[in-house]
């Protein structure tokens, strides 16, 4: 499949992260003790973080945390009521430098009577590209993407799978150096799902800086370089990834069984063994006891009948911290 353009970003001193993810000292968004009210309710409480270049870096939280008021907050389409915002190292507006950034926003849509091409050109022209290399940058996406046989089709034939690619190919036409990225995954099918997860892997390796927010734990688990998790609009935890799990070590086991499960439910209740659980049936994720064994929990398993295929020792996963940091109440906000 050919690759559609994406021009790296000069001018960076790099390192490599865990991802192979090139980083500058630099950042590119930075918010300062930001606030956001609405009718006397807090949407984002006194929140700080820092995006530096060339990391995906994931904004995470349940429904409703605020993770949509940040990003527009981060646009200004949103003004915060106290607090500032730094992008690309500059006190501004982001309608300022909305060149450099790419945004799709959760809430998507499209101008439903044009036809596809028609539609990614005239987007593409208002960042100001030059309309011979809008058109043929919409035209490699839509290969890219699969999307060839309809490029003459109108926005209201397409399927809404069909319709949020067309708009995420909207969002990188002129190749922004930033982009942002509301619940990008959520609707998407497993195979558009890849496609996109491919798409934002290769910006970071070509240099630009993805910022998406997400509820989708193992998405934002296998893609993100740096993350926050996010809550009543208060910020819980931020940093790397294994900076993240570095608190909640202990002693974690993955276990799967083949058909049977035996009498695990009763035994993953066992307080002298099993601190929590996360039991969905046929696989489970538990924290044990500090000094329980887990060949003990093994040998238990095995005697009630449970046929395992999988009993690992485990680092904790995101999902089990951002349950474990958000609980059952995090989620009133905008």
């Known amino acids: 499949m050919r690759a559609a353009p994406l ?82 190292g500059e006190t501004g507006n982001g309608r300022d430098q909305t060149a450099r950034i790419g945004y799709l926003p959760e809430e998507r849509g499209l101008y439903r009577k044009m036809r596809v091409l028609d ?25 890219r993407f699969g999307l060839a046989p309809w490029r003459m089709r109108r926005i209201d034939e397409l399927s809404k799978g ?32 890849q496609a996109l997860k491919d798409t934002v892997l290769e910006l970071r390796q070509r240099g630009a800086t993805v910022l998406f927010s997400t509820h989708i734990m193992e998405q934002a688990e296998k893609l993100c370089d740096q993350l926050c998790i996010i809550a009543r609009g208060r910020k819980l935890v931020d940093g790397s990834l294994s900076d993240i799990k570095r608190p909640a070590s202990g002693q974690h086991l993955a276990i799967s069984f083949d058909g049977s499960a035996g009498n695990a439910a009763a035994l993953f209740c066992d307080p002298r063994m099993v601190k929590r659980v996360d039991d969905y049936g046929q696989f489970a994720e538990l924290e044990l006891v500090p000094g329980a064994d887990p060949q003990d929990l093994l040998r238990a398993l095995v005697q009630s009948g449970a046929r395992l295929s999988r009993f690992q020792l485990v680092e904790p996963s995101l999902h089990k911290i951002f349950v474990d940091l958000v609980g059952n109440g995090g989620s009133d906000n905008v």
């Open 162 to 193: 069909m319709q949020q690619k067309v708009q995420f190919i909207s969002t990188l036409l002129h190749e922004p150096e930033l982009v942002v990225l509301d619940e990008p995954f959520a609707g998407l099918d497993p195979v558009n799902a």
């Open 7 to 88: 021009e790296r970003v000069a001018g960076r001193a790099q390192v490599t992260t865990r991802n192979g993810a090139t980083l500058t000292p630099r950042s590119v968004v930075e918010l300062q003790g930001i606030t956001k009210r609405f009718a006397g309710h807090t949407a984002v409480d006194n929140l700080s973080l820092v995006v530096p270049k060339g990391v995906i870096y994931g904004l995470l939280g349940p429904n409703g945390a605020g993770k949509t008021t940040t990003i527009r907050i981060i646009l200004s389409i949103l003004l915060a009521d106290s607090g500032r915002v730094h992008l690309f």
């Open 119 to 143: 539609v990614l050109v005239f987007l593409a022209r208002m960042k100001g590209v030059e309309r011979p290399t809008a058109r043929l940058r919409a035209e490699q996406w839509l290969e």
